[in-house]
């Protein structure tokens, strides 16, 4: 019953056999142990388990491990170990921890991976172009505003790193 | 919220699939981006024994011009469809449209394939669909069938779409000089979803005078559909502020809209006149009229 996968998860590659039922975001957590990705909603609208698939944001509550078959994800852990980190924090974390885009912290590594996702399409979003590419993560401390300077600082300080 | 468990194929062509939900029949269930399908299947409302994910074959993705029409394949996401280039120069609707389907991550992983098949009451491509007379290509083991828009939509999550048929694809008529369209939506806070949603081609002759019209609505009742009552009201006539409300308060004409939590069935049908007057004004403003 069991089906072989092989991904590439924050630059390691795994090979395993998996319940095709398996979702994506109960092996990245239980079989893999990275439990930086959160589960909240389970009903695909919180956001909580946004991992990048080949680049894009994605809810891996969403996907199954099998559907995941060849790709290259991105979660949480592996944030800092993007080459645009430059072996420190990624610009989105120290974003989050300069401009206070975190209180209880649940929504966070949902937030920073959709928003890697954005600022990797458009390194220069206004206000309103961050707030619809976090559309779909809640978060219910913060009310957003922090967030969205979080993103902002972020966005700042890659385009000076790229220049 | 784990699904049953079931039998997983990942057909890497279309042939390969096609043998297979021959095979399997009722049984089977194709899944393109799983975002109507896995959230069904997480709740145990839908328990199919074999699964074949379509996801991999790679030539249902393109988007392309072929023959003087648009053709859209069955897996292209809702991003795809969003950032094509082609389609913002031939066919700016189904941007437009892409644009308001859900968000980032579900926009990432839904297909236009899955919209159209799943068929659901408050999807977004459907009204757009209608409004282009656009073509559904279903393929199965015994050949391929053309349908057109108007008649695919039957019911409540229910299609033209036979068992054993794939959507491989879609295919948009080109609009002519003094053609415009737009998409209007009120959406569903949490989901996204449509509560009405209206797209509206117009397409314009001498004097403003309004020369063809089609508008898709959505959201509204069990099916997505033509607004046949509305569009006759203004063909052949001057597209005055006046003639376009009078016309969308016609778009629920025939229709039992539905009601649920989210909006009763009078609140529907007063947000279809809104939006799809909003959607006549920005299709108009877009064929060359006066802002109206
Ligand atoms: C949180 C959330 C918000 C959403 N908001 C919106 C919204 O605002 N507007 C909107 O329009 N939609 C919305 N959706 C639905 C989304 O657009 C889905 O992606 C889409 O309805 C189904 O496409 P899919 O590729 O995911 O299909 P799947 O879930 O894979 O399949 C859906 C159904 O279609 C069948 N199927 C799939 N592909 C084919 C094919 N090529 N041929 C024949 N049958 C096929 C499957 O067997 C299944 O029965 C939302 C979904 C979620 C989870
Ligand atoms: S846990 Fe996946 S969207 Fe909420
Ligand atoms: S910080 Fe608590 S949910 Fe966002």
Not at chain 1, 135 to 141: F, I, Q, S, V, Y
Not at chain 2, 21 to 45: I, Q, W, Y
Not at chain 2, 119 to 138: G, R, S, T
Not at chain 2, 149 to 171: M, N, S
Request: aromatic share 4%.
């Amino acid at each position: 019953m069991g089906v072989e996968i092989q991904v590439h998860v924050n630059g390691k590659s795994f090979q395993n056999e998996v319940d095709p039922r398996l979702l994506l975001v109960h092996y990245l957590r239980e079989v893999l142990g990275l439990t930086g990705t959160h589960i909240g909603c389970e009903t695909s609208l919180c956001g909580a388990c946004t991992v990048l698939i080949d680049g894009h944001p994605v809810k891996s509550c969403t996907m199954l491990a099998v559907q995941a078959d060849g790709a290259e994800i991105t979660t949480v852990e592996g944030l800092s170990s993007l080459p645009e980190a430059g072996g420190g924090l990624h610009p989105i974390q120290e974003g989050f921890w300069e401009k206070h885009g975190l209180q209880c912290g649940f929504c966070t590594p949902g937030m920073m991976l959709a928003a890697v996702g954005l600022l990797r399409e458009n390194p220069s979003p206004t206000h309103a172009q961050i707030r619809r590419a976090l559309d779909g993560n809640l978060c219910r401390c913060t009310g957003y505003q922090h967030i969205v300077e979080a993103v902002e600082y972020a966005a700042r300080k890659l385009r000076a790193h790229k220049r | 919220m784990i699904p049953a468990a079931f039998e997983y194929f990942a057909p890497k062509s279309l042939d390969e699939a096609l043998r297979l939900v021959a095979r399997h029949g009722d049984e089977a269930k194709l899944l393109a981006g799983g975002h109507s399908l896995l959230p069904l299947m997480k709740l145990r409302l839908s328990a199919p024994r074999y699964v074949v994910d379509i996801g991999r074959i790679r030539s249902l993705r393109s988007i392309r011009e072929e023959g003087g029409r648009i053709v859209i394949g069955a897996l292209a996401t809702h991003h795809d469809v969003e950032a094509s280039e082609l389609l913002r120069i031939t066919c700016p609707l189904l941007p437009e449209t892409a644009a308001e389907i859900g968000d980032v991550q579900v926009r990432n992983r839904g297909t236009v394939g899955g919209s159209l098949a799943h068929a659901d009451p408050a999807a977004d491509y459907p009204a757009a669909i209608l409004a282009l007379d656009a073509e559904i290509v279903a393929t199965s083991s015994s050949g391929t069938r053309v349908i057109p828009a108007a008649e695919y939509f039957v019911d409540l999550l229910t299609t033209q779409l036979r068992p054993g048929e794939i959507l491989t694809e879609v295919r948009i008529p080109r609009t002519g000089e003094n053609s415009g369209a737009a998409y209007r939506k009120l959406h569903q806070p949490a989901s996204h979803f449509a509560l009405a949603g209206a797209a509206a081609r117009v397409t314009l002759g001498p004097g403003e005078k309004i020369e063809s019209v089609a508008i898709g609505i959505t959201g509204v009742a069990v099916n997505a559909y033509r607004a046949t009552a509305a569009e006759q009201m203004l063909i052949g006539k001057k597209a005055a502020p006046k003639l376009l409300a009078e016309a969308a308060e016609k778009v629920t004409d025939g229709i039992d809209p539905l009601g649920d939590i989210h909006a009763s069935a009078a609140y529907r049908r007063a947000a279809a006149a809104v939006y799809a007057r909003r959607a006549l004004e920005a299709a108009i403003a877009r064929a060359g009229g006066k802002k109206a």
